[in-house]
């Protein structure tokens, strides 16, 4: 071996298209873009949502209705869930941050617990809100409900 036979190794050299390099190369003339229309002519981009001139979906679909900018949305945790994390963990007190902690939640959600299942013990539980039957479900099991802001 020497150095006149050195090759670069199979595959690791791409031939790329070398355009608008004259009508030798075959690619040249229209370098590869075709005659006429936006796509054929430099600074040419897309826009979001363009469809060739065609009415765009987005204007299209009906829109209808009302969106509440202050409307306030809470991550629904069921008391099942909550049951499943105590027997886990074998816990004695549920906290926003221990919800966090297990990605129950995410740091900046507010939490609503819900009633689904049911509760075998008597546990605090913090949380931003609760339903009527959630609530009466863990005072019912020796447990308290505390509300966070």
């Given at each position: 071996m020497n150095l006149s036979s050195l090759k670069p190794a199979?595959?690791?050299i791409?031939?790329?298209?070398?355009v608008g390099r004259g009508e030798g190369s075959g690619h040249g003339g229209t370098s590869t873009r075709g005659h006429k229309g936006a796509k054929s002519r430099s600074g040419y981009k897309r826009?979001?949502?363009?469809?060739?001139?065609?009415m765009p979906l987005?204007?299209?679909v009906p829109k209808f209705g009302f969106t509440n900018p202050n409307r306030v949305?809470?991550?629904?945790?069921?008391?099942?869930?909550?049951q499943e994390l105590i027997d886990r963990k074998s816990l004695s007190e549920i906290s926003h941050e221990l919800l966090v902690e297990n990605g129950l939640a995410q740091k900046k959600d507010l939490i609503?617990?819900?009633g689904r299942g049911e509760l075998k013990s008597g546990i605090k539980i913090s949380a931003h809100k609760f339903s009527a039957t959630a609530q009466a479900a863990i005072?019912?099991?020796g447990g308290?409900?505390?509300n966070i802001q």
């Open positions: 199979k595959g690791s791409k031939q790329r298209k070398r826009k979001i949502g363009f469809e060739g001139g065609q987005q204007r299209r949305a809470y991550k629904g945790i069921n008391l099942d869930t909550l609503k617990v819900l005072e019912a099991a308290s409900t505390e």
